[in-house]
């Protein structure tokens, strides 16, 4: 079990107790999953549930600083970091400890090498669907489509708040572009700013600031107070 916290040693199933260091960063292995919570007052329901790969350890994540519908049910093992934070339970009952997510794999993410004069594409780490346990170097040869290409120092860091919808938008450390329809609906245009996530009034936001819904917007995300 690669875990790096003693917090994780006195976590039990479900809702959690008390954290003795609720700020302590904390890395797991593990797989991700949707999590089905009955809405009940006093429950503490997170959006997902990770379990480690031992199997032993579970932990319902409330706040996530990125989008992890792609990490979701996919059966892969990832790497995920973050920290737990006190909430209140449904109906704003009782106390919960939940897990918010900072990065998922970010330590088994080197980048990736292209050889113009050879025309192949080096990728330094891939998970093989059924050897979840084994990462691979895998090298790509022409023809292969490259979407888009963006230098980092033509990269743009974009505030909270901020318009990311052009390709050389880089959102701010804690939050994610996020992508919506305004009062317009879907025959409308898109659009994307950087946001900081959060899913319901008593979620945990950076200090200053609070969980507000912003119609025809972003939806919960966490602003200035």
């Known amino acids: 079990m690669s875990i790096v916290s003693k917090a994780m040693l006195s976590i039990a199933l479900g809702c959690f107790g008390s954290i003795t260091d609720a700020a302590e960063p904390i890395t797991l292995s593990g797989k991700l ?9 006093g429950a503490c329901c997170g959006s997902h549930v990770i379990t ?4 032993k350890l579970s932990l319902q994540v409330g706040n996530s600083f990125i989008d992890l519908a ?25 106390q919960c400890t939940l897990f918010a997510v ?12 292209y050889n113009p004069a050879t025309g192949k594409l080096s990728i ?15 090298t790509l040869s022409e023809p292969f489509v490259i979407d888009s290409a963006v230098a980092h120092r033509d990269q743009e860091t974009i505030p909270q708040g ?7 938008a880089v959102c701010a450390s804690g939050t ?25 009034p008593t979620s945990s936001c950076p200090t200053g600031q609070s969980c507000v819904t ?12």
Do not use: M
């Open 33 to 41: 999953e949707v999590l089905s919570c009955i809405q009940s007052c």
């Open 214 to 225: 912003i119609a025809d917007g972003p939806g919960p995300v966490c602003r200035a107070d």
């Open 124 to 138: 330094q780490s891939v998970v093989i669907e059924g050897d979840e346990s084994t990462p691979y170097r895998v």
């Open 176 to 200: 994610t572009c996020v992508s919506y329809f305004g009062i317009a609906g879907p025959n409308g245009p898109e659009f994307k700013t950087c946001e900081t996530p959060c899913s319901s």
């Open 70 to 94: 792609k990490f979701a049910d996919d059966g892969t093992t990832h790497q995920f970091s973050g920290r737990y934070y006190e909430t209140a339970g449904q109906c704003g009952i009782g």
């Open 162 to 168: 901020g318009d990311c919808s052009v390709a050389t």
């Open 102 to 113: 900072e990065s998922v794999d970010a330590a088994l993410s080197p980048a990736a090498i």
């Open 52 to 55: 480690d790969t031992s199997g």
